[in-house]
Structure formats: C-alpha cells, structure tokens
C-alpha cells in the first residue's frame, strides 16, 4: 500500500506494535533484570543471573512474535502506518527544525508514504526492542530500525457495470440501435465524435482515420507531465531540462517509496538533487515558497548522511582525515550537541556550585527535560551520588529547584516497582523552554549519561561526583579518534573550562584526571600549558560524544 500525504483510506486499520522490555528490578548492583512484553497475554519474566540472560531471552522472545506474524500473513497492506498513530515520535528530530522552532514537526508535517513494512527496532543499549507494521518512509527515517518483510499492495478492483457507449446504452445490448445501426460490444473511443455527430457505429472498421495535420502546422508530441512533493511541475516550465529533472526526481522518490529496504546514500541524493532543482524552480519561476522547500531538501540530505554515517561507525568528511577506529558510537552527532546544550545549562543554572549538586541537577534535568516532570527512585540517587544523595536531595528541594509530592525520606525509599514522581519548575511547558529534547533524543541522552556515570571501572575506583562530572565533560568532547578537543580545538580542552564545570581549581584537574587514568577510561591525560589533553581508552569510545 502505497501511503502518499494527503491521500485519504475509506477504512482505516492500525499498525500493530509489540514492545519487549529489560528494566531492572531489585538491587541495581545485583544486575537483576525484568522481561516484559506489551502483548498482554504474555507473562512477565524474570531473571535474577544478570542482563545477558534476559537479553537472550528477549530475542527468542521477539524471534517468536515474528514468527506468529509471518505465519498469519505478515504485515498487513491495509494497515495505518503505526509510526504516524505515534506522532511519528520514533523518528530523529529535524535538527534544524528543532533549532528554529524548538519543537518537533506536528503529524500534519510529516509525510508517510511507501508500502507498509514489518519492522523490528532494538536500541543500542539491548534494553528495549520494537516490532511494528509501518509506512517504509517512516521505517527509513527510523534510527536502528531493521526492515524485515514488505506488504502487498491490496488488489484494485475494476469499477462493476456493464460498458456504457455514448448513447448511454449497455455496449452489450443488441437490441438498441441510434440511427438504424445496430450496436456491438466494442466501446465507443473518443475519436468516435471527433467530427461533432451525435452517434457513431463503434465497431473497428467505422472508427475514423486521424486528420491530417495543416500543411502550415507541425505535429507537436504531448509534453510529459508529473508531481513532486505535492506539487504539480508546469507543463510550461523553462528550461526543458529543468522540468524533466523534477518530474524524474518524483519519478525517484516515489519509486524509493516502494523499496524494501532503506538506502539511506541514494535517499542523500535524491534529497541534494531536490535541493538544487527547486532553488532553479524558484529562480526561474519567481515562486518564493519554493525556497523554504528547497532549505528542507538540504536539511534532510544533511541528516540522512549524518544518520547513514552513525549506523555505520563513519565520520562526516574525508575518511583520509580521520585515522581513529571505527566505532558504533551510543549518541548520534545531533544528540551529542544536544548533550553538550544539556551540560552548558547545567554548568550556568544550578542552584549550588559543589560537584554533587551538579551531577545530581545533570541527571534530574535529563529525566524531566520534555514536560518538566519525571520518574526517579532510592536506588537512582545512590547511585549517582552514594551517601550524599539525601543530603543532595534536600537541598534541591529547600532552594525550590525541585519539588516532590512527599518527603526526602519517601524518595529515598522508592524502588522501581514504585517510582516517585518529580517536578523541576523551571522545564515545565508553561515556561520559557532552556531545552528543546525530543523524545527519542531525551531517552538516548539519558541513557548515555547512566552509562557514563554508573561505569563500573569508575565506580570501583571509588570514583566521586567530580570524577563523574569529569567523565560527563570529557566523553561529550571528543574527536573521532577519541582525543579530546574538537575541529578548533585540536590541542585538548581548555583547562579553565573544564575546571569550572567539574567544580575545581584549575591545578586539581590533573589530579582527577590521573584517576580516570586508572579506571581505564583516559589511556592517558595530561594538564600542561593551561589545556587538558588525554585520549580515551577503546572500551569508552561507544560513549563518546563527537564534536566534529
């Protein structure tokens, strides 16, 4: 089925989606694990031996849907894409739909369109895996979402009726005649009535020749005609070669539609070409609203390489320039910028200066970032902050930064069977918005920074909130080869800085970072001539946060 904007289904049959779960349960330095599965006559199982249990039992778990849905038929063609019911929030925001407007693009926006595809998406983090029936524009757009079988197209039904001549007649009746000539079953064409008569005899033999053109006249060949992107190419656009080349990128798109699987390099292209075409189109036409249209082509031929270049470990630009391994790393470039946006507010809008609080702040902003409210418990805070987390906690609510529906103590002792929900004031949506995550980028950031901060080669070191801010700081500032620095900054970090967001003096950054030196996260460090400098070791290269 193929989906186009704007079209319209007499009967609409949505999507089916199945979510499978690893979420952990108990105490989190036991690595207990809880499967549970959105189809409700699955039961929730446990596996109290660590993560790798649950996640292998999660895949056959999944393995087994798939199965039940390929035997009943697959993915169905009539079905509404499931993607677009979501508000199509599995996508990757826009960047530069997020940096001019601060919001996602409404479901009017987004445009689904190809066949309807069975998909099975699984983050990176083994915690979670999606199995849905959507539209295979949607299931392109999608980050780690694999395509694994394609629906067809529903069968077009001809219009019921017998064939109707221009008497209005049935072609088939042979009783009927119009000026004593006996009808047949052969349909009248238009060429019938070129000559203005009332009736004609639509047998092959009374169709008439086709005129002769004016000795004065040259026979002219109907021009091509199509549409991209809802729009209609002029008939009379100039130059030819611009006309043809929209109609063939339609042409283009349309048949990218109906691919099985996504290519995210030809997707680049097409975009680039429409790009380019529509900017001509608006020169040539004087049309300004195509220009808009022409910023989003590039926008998204943007995006889709820098998607294409994060699932398959590449980096942007000449691969001569960058001599670093190839790494599958946890954020996108377009999440690590948004990560970094997160640690600059932190650094200027936390309510106390000393590390804990930061720390503390950092991952309470990322929980509560979309709609000012969010989910936390005991075991959360003592793990980022050990014996402090009370204390850390208390101040937060006393300078009014936080607020809570109980007390300190009641937080304390929630668990994951029964969260306790919280409020920062300063992100609720009826506020000027310091942030603008999405939800997937929100997800994907927070749960970057639960990697970083609960890494267990720190934690053995007895690592304290300043390691950790240091580690935060670090792992979002990075080159591709796992250096610190970024394109301007090829000689490390400014030191200052650095200091400032972990909360230190400047001369005691060395003495943090030899720490991390022997928690195996920096291969080595050094804080000479006012910069840090340091390369981080292989095993943290999936958390890094490129700045290129």
């Known amino acids: 089925m193929a989906m186009e904007a704007g079209t319209r289904q007499d009967e609409h049959v949505t999507g089916r989606v199945w979510t499978v779960r690893l979420d952990p349960y108990g105490r989190v330095s036991a690595g207990a694990v809880r499967l549970s599965c959105s189809r409700p006559a699955c039961a929730e199982q446990r596996f109290p ?21 390929r035997t009943g038929g697959g993915p169905r063609g009539e079905a509404s894409c499931a993607c677009r019911v979501a508000d199509c929030a599995w996508h990757t925001p826009d960047p530069e739909t997020v940096r001019q407007g601060g919001r996602r693009p409404t479901t009017g926006a987004v445009r689904c369109g190809g066949p309807m595809v069975l998909t099975v998406y699984a983050d ?32 077009r039904t001809a219009p019921a009726g017998p064939v109707r001549t221009a008497g209005n007649q ?139 270049a994060n699932r398959s470990g590449q980096v942007i630009g000449d691969p001569a320039d960058h001599d670093g391994p190839v790494v599958e790393r946890l954020l996108t470039r377009g999440q690590a910028v948004h990560a970094r946006a997160v640690l600059n507010h932190i650094a200027a809008h936390a309510p106390h200066p000393e590390a804990e609080v930061r720390l503390a702040v950092f991952m309470l902003t990322l929980r509560a970032a979309r709609a000012g409210t969010g989910n936390i418990t005991g075991q959360d805070l003592t793990g980022w902050l050990q014996d402090d987390a009370e204390r850390v906690l208390e101040q937060l609510v006393v300078s009014d930064w936080l607020l809570l529906p109980g007390t300190v103590a009641d937080v304390m002792a929630s668990r994951s069977e029964d969260p306790t929900a919280i409020t920062v004031p300063t992100l609720l949506p009826d506020r000027a918005r310091p942030l603008t995550l999405g939800k997937n980028n929100r997800a994907r950031i927070s749960g970057w920074a639960q990697r970083v901060v609960g890494d267990r080669k720190i934690r053995k070191k007895k690592a304290t909130a300043t390691d950790r801010l240091l580690a935060l700081y670090t792992a979002a500032h990075t080159r591709p080869d796992g250096r610190l620095g970024g394109p301007e900054e090829d000689d490390g970090l400014p030191l200052d800085q650095v200091a400032a967001f972990c909360a230190l003096a400047p001369e005691q950054v060395a003495e943090h970072a030899e720490l991390l030196v022997a928690a195996d996260w920096f291969t080595e460090a050094d804080t000479d001539q006012g910069r840090l400098r340091g390369q981080l070791s292989e095993r943290v290269l999936p958390l890094s946060g490129l700045l290129l």
């Open 124 to 155: 990176r983090a083994g915690r979670l895996w999606r199995i849905a029936e959507m539209c295979a524009r949607c299931a392109a757009a999608t980050p780690d979402c694999r395509v694994l079988d394609t629906a067809p197209p529903p069968a």
């Open 170 to 308: 049935d072609a088939s009746s042979s009783g009927g005649t119009s000026g004593g000539t006996e009808k047949t079953g052969v349909a009248a064409v238009f060429s019938d009535y070129a000559a203005g008569t009332s009736s004609a005899v639509a047998t092959p033999a009374s169709v008439p020749r086709a005129r002769a053109a004016a000795p004065d006249r040259t026979p002219q060949r109907a021009k091509r005609w199509g549409k991209i992107a809802q729009r209609t190419v002029p008939q009379d656009l100039k130059p030819d070669v611009l006309r043809l080349e929209l109609i063939e990128l339609g042409d283009a798109f349309r048949a990218y539609q109906q691919r099985p699987d996504p290519d995210l390099v030809l997707l680049a292209e097409l975009h680039e070409r429409k790009a380019r075409a529509f900017r001509l189109w608006a020169d040539a036409s004087g049309d300004r609203t195509l220009r808009p249209e022409a910023e989003r082509a590039e926008t998204a031929a943007r995006t889709t390489r820098e998607m294409h």
């Open 49 to 69: 031996d660590g993560t790798a249990a649950g996640r292998k039992a999660a895949i056959g778990h999944v393995n087994t849907h798939l199965a039940h849905i």
